[in-house]
């Protein structure tokens, strides 16, 4: 990430974030390079399904070749306004994959999760709270992005072990 090309995109991103949430707490976490190509994994579980990260992040994709339906692309979708998708995502135990906790059933969200197409360059922001899932690849077709990960120390605070001992025995 010190590549000045790199440096800038993060810049302009952070930038970018800041303006849609109205806030200059964020601090870059991570940039992956992600290449997915199709295979035999199974289409209904993680990533394939609707879904939230137990750890949150403002993630920005770039599309790094024209995405179409035929590459996969990111759905995203939201919640009814009845759930709280923040509590449900504080309270995931570490055995959350393994009992699927973290997947958003259809009930809970609003319309069908939208496909994010796009050309060669465009950039998905999105909240890692909001439903999301990977698209299915077609056989021969491939997706490239640059994925920037970004956090707020508010998201994923780590409690106060003391504190909440204190409380279990106050109660």
């Known amino acids: ?21 109205n ?13 997915s190509i199709s295979d035999d994994t199974k289409k209904n ?17 770039v599309y790094l070749h024209d995405i ?5 692309p990111i759905h995203l979708g939201k919640v009814k306004n009845n759930i709280d998708i923040e509590k449900i995502r504080k309270e995931l135990p570490k055995d959350y994959k393994i009992k699927g906790l973290n997947i958003v059933n259809k009930n809970q969200i609003q319309e069908i999760l939208t496909p994010m197409l796009g050309k060669a360059g465009d950039v998905i922001f999105f909240d890692t709270n909001v ?9 021969g077709f491939n997706r490239k992005v640059l994925r920037f990960d970004f956090e707020r120390p508010s998201y994923n605070s780590k409690k106060n072990y003391i504190k909440n001992i204190i409380n279990k025995i106050i109660k």
């Open 1 to 21: 990430s010190k590549e000045p090309l790199f440096e800038l995109a993060i810049s302009k991103i952070n930038d970018k974030f800041q303006m849609l949430i």
């Open 131 to 139: 439903p999301h899932k990977a698209g299915v690849i077609k056989e």
């Open 68 to 72: 179409s339906l035929e590459h996969g």
């Open 45 to 61: 579980i993680l990533p394939y399904v609707p879904h939230i990260d137990k750890k949150r992040f403002l993630k920005a994709m």
């Open 23 to 35: 806030a200059t707490d964020l601090k870059f976490n991570k940039l992956w390079l992600v290449n």
